[in-house]
């Protein structure tokens, strides 16, 4: 799989929107089944967007309409464009295989707050 690095987190406040960056190999980016995760504090990780090889796009109830997930295969990255955040969207953000891998990358912290 080789090694994954998100970025593009921060504090936002509630409304606004940030883009994160999911930097990973070429074959992966490009081809594999590919998500966004989360974690909240005191919470399990959990799926919140995915793109399938055929690049079928799938989100959490909580998130549609408002997340959105692609590649960018020029780059080799998986983005996650998230508007109208909340502060219930407020965790460390990771990008893995879907299923996931074993190896996790460090995640980036998105919180939202006024």
């Known amino acids: 799989q080789g090694q994954l690095v998100e970025s593009g987190g921060g504090l936002v406040q509630p409304g606004g929107s940030l883009r994160l960056s999911c930097a990973a190999s070429r074959i992966v980016s490009r081809l594999a089944a590919m998500g966004w995760y989360r974690q909240a504090p005191g919470k399990q990780r959990e799926l919140v967007a995915w793109?399938?090889?055929?690049?079928?796009?799938n989100y959490r109830d909580s998130v549609k309409g408002r997340f959105t997930i692609s590649r960018d295969k020029a780059k080799s990255t998986i983005d996650l464009q998230m508007n109208s955040l909340k502060p219930e969207d407020t965790a460390v953000y990771y990008c893995?295989?879907?299923?996931?891998?074993?190896?996790w990358g460090q995640g980036t912290q998105v919180t939202v707050s006024s």
């Open positions: 893995n295989r879907v299923p996931y891998s074993p190896s």
């Open positions: 793109i399938t090889s055929a690049d079928t796009t």
